[in-house]
């Protein structure tokens, strides 16, 4: 199957022909996304993996276009959302991290951004999966957490976390020394 998001052109002529693309990918047509995604998951014990999260679809509506009346600074704006199996970093349980961009960046060499979000172009043509894919990697948190009032964090949860029973060394500390009550 032929993917347009594989493309390469000069960003200008995207923003000329206002590309746009709305498709549903997948998360293995993104080959570094997906192994990081992997790595990630192999600190989980085999039998607790998440199966399937290859396949999960990767909604993308994004589009190019000029930011500016007088063509020079050629922008891909839209929507992209989807969903990464993790690990949360609470529990140490697989997670599912709803992962949703709102782009608007500017395709640039090295030129100011004018406060606007840059992405450097590395010569002169531009592949929009790249551009994608790089995104969906600098959103990821660096530490995925089951999200407020879900899986550890239920309530019928949270009194079982591990966390909970940590040993606080120097609270017990200080309770040894008021207990020698000085020499
Ligand atoms: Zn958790």
Redesign the pocket.
């Known amino acids: 199957m032929a993917n347009p998001l594989l493309d390469r052109a000069p960003p200008s002529e995207f923003a000329d022909r206002r590309q746009s693309f709305e498709i549903k990918a997948k998360i293995d047509d993104f080959e570094e996304l997906s192994r990081i995604i992997e790595a990630d998951l192999a600190t989980l014990e085999t039998v607790s993996r998440p199966q399937g999260w290859r396949n999960e679809i990767v909604d993308i509506r994004v589009s190019f276009a000029w930011a500016d009346v007088q063509r020079t600074l050629p922008v891909l704006r839209g929507r992209i959302e989807t969903r990464v199996a993790a690990v949360?970093q609470?529990?140490l349980?697989a997670?599912q991290l709803p992962l949703v961009l709102d782009l608007d960046l500017l395709l640039a060499q090295g030129a100011a951004g004018e406060g606007r979000e840059v992405w450097e172009l590395d010569g002169d043509t531009v592949r929009p999966l790249d551009v994608i894919e790089e995104s969906m990697i600098m959103a990821l948190p660096l530490s995925a957490?089951?999200a407020p009032g879900a899986?550890?964090?239920e309530p019928a949860n949270v009194a079982h976390r591990p966390a909970d029973n940590l040993v606080r060394p120097f609270a017990d500390l200080k309770a040894q020394m008021d207990g020698d009550g000085g020499d």
């Open positions: 949360c609470r529990c349980d997670m957490m089951h899986g550890c964090d």
